[in-house]
């Protein structure tokens, strides 16, 4: 079996933004559960000071991420 992939992805939060973010973030995780059923681990996280929010997700292979990744563009 081949190593799973772990992506993680870092971005800056806007002053005044975290509440809209945490409740963005709420909904897009709802739906990429329902839908991007080989994805088989997702978590978001805000770094000590709040101004970093960092998303780790886990594929099991190369075609389940690219199956997530349709529409992030």
Do not use: C, N, W
Not at 36 to 62: M, N, R
């Amino acid at each position: 079996m081949p190593d799973p992939i772990v992506f993680v992805s870092h971005s800056t939060v806007r002053d005044g933004k975290r509440e809209a973010l945490k409740e963005v973030s709420e909904e897009a995780f709802a739906a990429l559960e329902a839908d991007k059923l080989g994805t088989v681990f997702q978590y978001g996280y805000l770094d000590p000071d709040k101004s970093q929010v960092h998303f780790v997700h886990i594929f099991p292979d190369a075609d389940a991420m690219d199956a997530h990744m349709v529409g992030a563009a």
